[in-house]
């Protein structure tokens, strides 16, 4: 999500020449974190790469400017939640 969110408001700031960073960023972090071990779900990280990064681009557009700290915690505090509830899940 933050991939698709930085392409989007880095090519309003800097253009379309160094837009393509942050995808490549996020690339690097699937490709160093989420295909090693033989137990990993490739396609699941794959998709989850490419649904985050859609869903980063609309944000872009539909909220132009960052949301408030509070909002942030919120949202942070939310994904953790989630983040420990998969890894329950994941681990039972």
């Known amino acids: 999500m933050l991939g698709g ?3 989007r408001r880095r090519r ?3 253009g379309r020449s ?3 960073v942050p995808i490549a960023a996020a690339l690097a972090l699937l490709a160093i974190l989420g ?5 990993v779900d490739v396609w699941a990280h794959l998709f989850g790469l490419l649904f985050g990064g859609v ?4 944000i872009a557009f539909v909220a132009p400017h960052p949301p408030g ?3 942030q915690w919120a949202c942070g505090s939310a994904a953790l ?3 420990a509830y998969c890894w ?3 681990l039972r």
Do not use: E, F, P, S
């Open 69 to 71: 700290l509070r909002v």
């Open 88 to 90: 329950i899940l994941a």
């Open 81 to 83: 939640g989630v983040l």
């Open 55 to 58: 869903l980063g681009i609309l």
């Open 18 to 20: 160094r837009a393509w």
């Open 35 to 39: 295909t090693g071990g033989q137990r």
């Open 5 to 7: 969110l930085g392409m």
């Open 12 to 14: 309003k700031a800097v």
